[in-house]
């Protein structure tokens, strides 16, 4: 057998300019547990989890990394994310500035994902695995790992999850999870944290003041702009149920404006975001944002296929042109010019509207993370919709989590009174901070 560690070469990095920050008690405990003078170093598996920005992945991808270094030579271990590109922006990217640091080389090996790391002769292979569904699991069949590594293990299958843990049969492994809270009938909750003892686990529970890198300005902004199920879950950490209003945090005093008063002067993007239904209502919507990622609803369409008569692709098309020209005096963009994010499910109508060169955009349609990100944008005021938007007012009253859908730990939205919140969501998540807007090649106007 070559040994790995032969194939790797030193790798400097000059411009790696990561300070460590003094670490909490629970975070000292996840990276020493593993070590021979630690009172827990036989326990089969370690758990993380509570509040965002708690510290708890920074502290347990180091460990894990540090652990298989100090134990294992010449072997495969897993490291698993919602999906490989998370996981690279999430998690690798600050692992690698840490473990250079301390003095370990870093080979990445990005179409094969894995990286290699070695130091003072010892050399293992770190292998990345995306768990976004029940197809997950194939990539993990075969390998053998003495150690694997979950990080957002709870937006994971089961099915992935139980794979990857089989696939450590290396005598001395340990297997390492890392969550935020979701609903208390979620399998992982049941299965691993309510059995943490019978597993021989050792279970922490973070909070962000586990984080010592944090100010307390930040923690307050955190703060404000989570209500409800995610503020109990994302702030203090809890595994509650999703009920009630989707949208708890929707306040008409503050996300409400007159039409007259929206800033259009400001707003350098515009785009149309569309929820198509065939037997359903049809709904589009005009939305804008400022710089600083503000965003403004202006106008709305609405059509219910239950109390008219049904149309079709080639009508809803019409009508969504004639809905653009009717706003170009505010956005100065045509049916041509003007981009348009479509549930990427509704094959025969994308098909419809590149027949008229309509620009399409297939919408992220991710829908917990899009009420996250919708939800924190109405919490902090930095989410309006037009007084004109009847329609959509009327939805944020009415759209509900489905209690059903909670006991068997999943977190979804009744499928009712959801047409121009779900087109809403589509605007805003996909136009969401962060993405790459040249790239997708967006056209701004202004007035």
Partial sequence: MIPI???????????????????SKRQLKILTFWQDNSPYNDIDVVIADGAIRSGKTVCMALS??????????YMHAGMCGKSIGTFRRNVLYPLKQMLLVLGYDVIEHRTDNFIEVYKNGVSNNFYMFGGKDERSQDFLQGIT?????FDEVALMPQSFVNQGTARC??????????????????????????????????????TMDDN???SQSIKDRYKRNYSGVFYKRYIEGE?????????????????????SDIPYEDIIQW????????????????????????????????YDGHTH???????????????????????????????????????????????????????????????????TKLKAGESYVSDKCVNTIREFYSYVWDEKAQLRGEDKPKPENDHCLDAYRYGHYTNREGLKLKRMGYQTGKV
């Fill in 5 to 23: 560690g032969s194939r790797i070469r030193k790798k400097t990095n000059s411009r790696n300019t990561f300070k460590f920050k003094p670490f």
């Fill in 64 to 73: 894990f990394v540090m652990f298989v270094m100090a134990r294992f030579n």
């Fill in 145 to 149: 790992l003495c150690s694997i590594f």
């Fill in 169 to 206: 049969s290396v005598d001395g492994s340990k297997i390492f999870f890392n969550c935020n809270p979701a609903s208390p009938y979620h399998w992982f909750y049941i299965e691993w944290i309510l059995k943490s003892r019978q597993k021989n686990s050792l279970y922490l529970h973070f």
């Fill in 212 to 214: 010592l890198s944090l």
């Fill in 239 to 259: 595994w509650c149920q999703a009920e009630g209003l989707v949208y708890d945090m929707f306040d008409e005093a503050r996300n409400v404006i007159r039409h």
């Fill in 271 to 302: 785009w149309v975001c569309s929820d198509y239904g065939t037997g359903n209502a049809t709904t589009f919507l005009i939305q804008g944002r400022t710089i600083d990622f503000t965003y403004y609803t202006i106008g709305e369409y609405f």
């Fill in 309 to 375: 008569e049904q149309k079709t692709d080639l009508e809803y098309s019409n009508d969504l042109i004639d809905f653009i020209e009717k706003y170009k005096p505010y956005t100065n963009l045509g049916y041509a010019d003007i981009r348009v994010f479509v549930d990427p499910s509704a094959a025969s109508f994308k098909t419809q509207l590149r027949r008229h060169r309509m620009k399409v955009i297939n919408a992220n349609n991710d829908v917990i993370d899009g009420i996250r990100y919708v939800g």
